[in-house]
């Protein structure tokens, strides 16, 4: 569970998602939500919801934008689209973005809350992502978008790799 955040702004984030991870978003922005607003008991001690369960505001924002970006690619209402909408929010800078990689005990934990660093981390966990689909062979869409300027990068980069033998 994570709210994927790759840019500083949550539209760009949204932006950059392929359709079935902004799907996944709508439904785990959903389940935080309802964590926050005391209305679910479910994942509750998860790490990423313990962190967003703070900010219901920057959640609801996050989730609506995901269905404005459902209703841009595929011309349908989400059916939590009023949801998000009837949430109260404040402005997206009320919350602390944070990666969490891993749980706490793990030697390979990753926590921060440097804001560049915090993006940086979230465009490589979504690029390696999109490397699993690919070597699954399904490759990520983005109906109505362009694929992401940092994801076309990591592809040529790996290209470069792949002619120099490495």
């Known amino acids: 569970m994570n709210l994927f955040m790759p840019y500083y702004s949550i539209a760009a984030s949204v932006r950059s ?4 991870r902004l799907n996944k978003q709508i439904l785990e922005c959903y389940q ?29 924002r ?20 009023d949801y998000f909408y009837k ?3 404040s402005p997206a800078n009320e919350v602390e973005l944070l990666y ?3 749980s706490k005990n793990d030697p390979r934990c990753i926590r921060t809350n440097k804001i560049k660093e915090v993006c940086t981390l979230y465009q490589r966990k979504l690029c390696n992502k999109w490397d699993q689909d690919s070597r699954k062979q399904r490759n990520a869409r983005w109906t109505c ?22």
């Open 100 to 102: 969490a990689e891993y």
């Open 145 to 166: 978008r362009e694929v992401p300027d940092f994801y076309s990068q990591h592809r040529n980069v790996i290209e470069q790799m792949k002619l120099m033998n490495y």
């Open 17 to 20: 998602l392929d359709d079935v």
């Open 62 to 81: 996050y989730g609506w934008q995901c269905c404005g970006e459902y209703n841009f690619r595929t011309n349908k209402h989400h059916k939590y689209e």
């Open 32 to 60: 935080i939500l309802r964590v926050a607003l005391g209305e679910s008991e479910g994942y509750k001690n998860h790490p990423i919801v313990k962190h967003y369960s703070q900010y219901p505001g920057f959640v609801a």
């Open 87 to 89: 949430t109260r929010w």
